[in-house]
């Protein structure tokens, strides 16, 4: 859990401890990506387009600080419809040239994991989020509070001058 850090507190042990936290968010983040590439099977650019439209599908539709019941079926899966976005938008939000972006939708269709609407929009499908997929996020959510944790003790650790 986050503690409760003023600005000037949480600066000052951040500094004191600054090369140790560094390294520990470097390494969560590089084992993240290796990890999407070995476990997901896809290059760093298709699942940061498959990642980017997820949220804008759900932009709009959920917000997780106001998250509540309704939204989720018994199996933690969403119960409300997704917001399809054009492959234009998906491309200036994720600042990548448009063709790239078309291409990585493409394949991403390909493997099941987006769809196309009746206007052509896209969005995640929801049959492409699998077991794999399922394990890979918990697995995710596991290691980044490991993370979490290092860095919370690490900002104990180090006494600010």
Do not use: C
Not at 14 to 19: E, K, Q
């Amino acid at each position: 859990m986050v503690r409760e850090l003023t600005v000037t507190n949480f600066d000052k042990k951040f500094n004191s401890a600054f090369s140790l936290i560094a390294f520990t968010v470097n390494r969560h983040l590089i084992r993240h990506m290796r990890r999407l590439q070995t476990e997901l099977g896809m290059d760093l650019q298709t699942t940061y387009v498959w990642g980017v439209l997820a949220h804008l599908n759900l932009s709009g539709v959920v917000h997780p600080l106001e998250a509540n019941d309704t939204l989720l079926d018994s199996n933690g899966r969403l119960t409300v419809d997704l917001a399809a976005v054009s492959a234009l938008s998906l491309a200036q939000v994720a600042g990548l040239p448009r063709e790239t972006v078309r291409r990585k939708l493409e394949h991403l269709e390909a493997l099941g994991k987006v769809e196309r609407d009746e206007r052509k929009r896209w969005k995640v499908s929801k049959s492409g989020i699998d077991e794999k997929t399922v394990e890979f996020t918990r697995q995710t959510v596991i290691e980044l509070l490991r993370t979490a944790e290092m860095v919370n003790k690490l900002l104990d650790l180090h006494k600010a001058p």
